[in-house]
């Protein structure tokens, strides 16, 4: 399994970014999939999970109601829509698969992880 994050960049405190994860296999649907963060020198975060049919999502509280998570898996992919962006967002986003399904927060509970988007908010 491979996963390729993207859509990481700078942009300003309010804009609206949205990272992709594609992946690889053909048992991408039977999987929760998350997205963690990692600013510098913190350590990596948990800020969401979607099930594998896309209908169940849990957020962090950091990020509810800001971010949202989907999924499409005729394109094996998963999305982070990111909007209201603040300097404290600022960090390197990671997708990753879940080995324990939707109740997974750990980084631990995923066992594949794409390279990292990195993401700027400028204030």
């Known amino acids: 399994v491979q996963l390729q994050a993207s859509g990481g960049g700078l942009v300003q405190t309010g804009d609206s970014l949205r990272l992709s994860c594609a992946a690889s296999?053909?048992?991408?649907?039977?999987?929760?999939m998350g997205w963690f963060r990692q600013a510098p020198g913190k350590e990596r975060d948990f800020l969401a999970v979607v099930s594998g049919t896309g209908l169940t999502t849990y957020y962090a509280d950091s990020v509810e109601g800001r971010f949202t998570i989907s999924r499409d898996n005729a394109k094996n992919t998963v999305y982070l829509q990111m909007n209201s962006l603040k300097p404290e967002d600022t960090a390197v986003y990671y997708c990753a698969r879940s080995r324990a399904g939707i109740y997974a927060r750990s980084p631990s509970e995923y066992d594949y992880w794409g390279q990292g988007t990195l993401v700027t908010v400028s204030s």
């Open positions: 296999g053909r048992t991408f649907s039977s999987y929760s």
